[in-house]
């Protein structure tokens, strides 16, 4: 019976443990999810999700960069080269001394493959974003 409860003790403080040190990423990954996830909603001009909303996660420099008309011309380019968004998934955070790069793939419905790259700074704020188109190959072609 010692054992068992000496063996319970252990695995709660070490999930505790495990909990506690997670903090600073998982609040880090959380405030990028939510910057990135109104960007990328955005694209839907459907949803009618406000600039005002999307740029509060945006750095003054990206801020500068793409106004409400730069928003609207974003959404009508990704609409036209790439089609309707289907879905998208996060596949990679990086965390570095000066900012994160949050790394998303995302099918529309003309390209079946879309890289996204988005750059936050320390303070979680977005400061640059890119999608790239990926052709994958099919096996045996």
């Known amino acids: 019976m010692k054992k068992f409860i ?8 070490l999930a505790f443990a495990g909990v506690c040190l997670a ?5 880090a990954l959380n405030k990028a999810e939510r910057t990135v996830d109104k ?3 955005s694209l839907d001009t459907a ?3 406000g600039y005002s909303d999307i740029a509060k996660g945006f750095s003054s420099e990206l801020q500068q960069k793409l106004p409400a008309a730069g ?6 380019q990704i609409g036209t080269q ?3 968004l289907n879905e998208y998934k996060m596949v990679s955070f990086e965390r570095f ?7 998303y793939l ?19 704020k977005m400061n640059d974003f890119a999608f790239t188109p990926v052709n994958v190959e099919q096996a045996g072609k």
């Open 106 to 124: 995302a099918g529309f419905s003309r390209e079946k493959v879309v890289r996204m790259v988005f750059v936050l700074d320390k303070d979680g």
């Open 6 to 13: 000496a063996l319970i003790t252990l695995v709660c403080t």
């Open 39 to 41: 960007l990328i909603d």
């Open 71 to 76: 928003l609207a011309a974003l959404q009508k």
């Open 82 to 84: 790439f089609g309707k």
């Open 97 to 103: 001394d000066q900012g994160d790069r949050a790394i």
């Open 47 to 49: 949803r009618n999700i």
């Open 23 to 27: 903090g600073e990423n998982g609040t």
